[in-house]
């Protein structure tokens, strides 16, 4: 009998070549990008655009991936609703993220049905392993089995009988967030508006630029691809592209910055203040938008802006996006804390929040904030405009503003500080943005909103220190 050969003494047999895992980088990236979310509390806004650099993705490419991480987190817990009424008995973390991806391609994206659930059981293959793949091929056929809309219908409670939990499902918000924003929004919102409003916040947001004046002009953006901004003079909206290209924005004569809040610097400069009006101060500034903006529209008129951070890793941030102007100096304290010689004449609270104003940009926070955020968050947006309004001289003003229209980070903060003093009275901050549509101008707040502005939902309120 012939001795039995061993597979390693085996010749290779060219009618049985060895396969080659196939995965497309573009989808693997966006489940690496899902996983640091979950694991690591990654930032998306960070992350992605690191990696797309790193793999060299641009275009067309860069687009699709971008489009499917920011889109599958943001609709993560609907999807999820799909998945658990097909998958009873739990799905692993990370596969359950392969799953999401495919879904949002199902279900969201214009991705060929075979090439949705193909390419999520080669991701599958690659990067956990071949056990779970015909797991992920059996789900992802049935979710292709029924559109969108069929879906919800089976998943969401009845709108009649849980009408937030109908939207929460629908629209791929926490529960709590919805019922937050409905408050916002106020009683004479119907659910109409409401709708509107989550829905805007599930639309991707075009990129938009920040024309620094006196060190650009907003004509110097008119050769690129976009429109001029709505409400804000030095706004201008790309149509697409990578803004780190644009030589105006790596130079730092323009910056990324949404309109709305490049309307919070211009009310803060805007509002007018009892004599002199030279010396300003940024008490929040990082990363530092809001202060380049300031700082420029300072040196306008002679004034010199301080802009405080209380990280230092931000404050470079600031560093870098003021480096342009000579009056601005950038400082690293507490805000809570910080000192003064000489009152300022203005001073601005971009207070630290949970950011539901900005939930388009910021996919992942939706998912990562808490209603416990706010028993941290509301006493020191409260102590910073505290502080703030005693770092004011007489005559001078405060503009305090928040990423979230949350009551409580809002009017809630506002009223509490103003009430508790009696040297400070509150201020008609509309009245500096005359040309702003769908602002309650019953009231001395100004409150930004997605669906009818298309900008974040920024919240401003202006005081003047009276004695």
């Known amino acids: 009998m012939a ?47 690191a990696l797309l650099r790193e793999n060299a993705v641009s275009g067309r490419d860069a687009a699709f991936t971008t489009e499917l991480t920011h889109g599958t987190i943001r609709r993560s817990r609907t999807y999820d609703a ?36 193909a390419t999520s059981v080669d991701l599958t293959r690659a990067v956990i392993g071949h056990r779970p793949a015909s797991f992920v091929n059996a789900v992802l056929r049935k979710v292709a089995g029924a559109d969108l809309e069929t879906w919800l219908a089976r998943v969401a409670p009845p709108y009649e009988s849980d009408p937030v939990g109908h939207l929460a499902v629908v629209h791929a918000h926490p529960r709590w967030v919805v019922e937050a924003l409905q408050d916002a929004l106020g009683a004479q919102a119907d659910a109409s508006e409401l709708t509107a409003l989550l829905e805007a916040d ?57 309109e709305g809040s490049q309307l919070v610097a211009i009310a803060a400069a805007g509002i007018p203040v009892e004599g002199r009006d030279a010396r300003w101060l940024d008490l929040c500034a990082g990363p530092g938008g809001k202060a ?34 000579d009056n601005t100096e950038v400082v690293v304290h507490d805000g809570r804390t910080l000192e003064t010689d000489e009152p300022y004449d203005r001073v601005v609270v971009d207070a630290p929040c949970t950011g539901l104003g900005a939930l388009r940009r910021r996919p992942e926070a939706r998912w990562r904030r808490q209603p416990s955020d706010l028993d941290g968050l509301v006493p020191l947006q409260r102590a910073l405009l505290d502080h703030a309004l005693d770092l ?4 001078g003003v405060v503009t305090y503003a928040t990423c979230s229209p949350h009551l409580a980070e809002t009017r809630g903060v506002v009223e509490a500080v103003v009430g508790a003093r009696e040297d400070v009275e509150l201020l008609d901050v509309t009245a500096v943005l005359p040309g702003v549509p769908h602002l309650d101008r019953s009231a001395p707040y100004a409150q930004l909103w997605p669906h009818l502005h298309g900008t974040d939902a920024m919240f401003v309120a202006a005081v003047r220190r009276v004695r």
């Open 292 to 325: 380049a903006l300031l700082g420029a529209l300072g040196a306008l008129r002679g004034a010199d802006l301080v802009a405080n951070e209380v990280a230092p890793h931000r404050a470079e941030l600031v560093r870098s996006a003021v480096r342009l102007l």
């Open 3 to 49: 001795e039995r050969r061993s597979r390693s003494d085996r010749p290779d047999r060219p009618d049985r070549p060895q396969r080659r895992q196939r995965v497309d980088l573009t989808r693997k990236i966006a489940w690496e990008v899902m996983r640091a979310v979950e694991e690591q509390d990654a930032y998306v806004n960070l992350l992605l655009p």
């Open 202 to 258: 599930n639309a991707a947001p075009q990129v938009t630029l920040v024309a620094r004046p006196g060190v650009t002009e907003p004509d110097d953006l008119a050769g690129l691809e976009g429109t001029a901004g709505k409400w804000s003079p030095y706004a201008f909206t790309l149509e697409g592209g990578d803004p780190g290209a644009i030589e105006a924005v790596r130079e730092g004569r323009a910056g990324v910055q949404d």
């Open 82 to 117: 799909v998945l658990d009424s097909l998958a009873p008995k739990g799905i692993d973390a990370p596969v359950r993220d392969i799953l999401r991806l495919g879904t949002h391609q199902l279900l969201a994206m214009r991705v060929p049905s075979h090439a949705a659930v």
């Open 392 to 395: 004011v001289r007489v005559g």
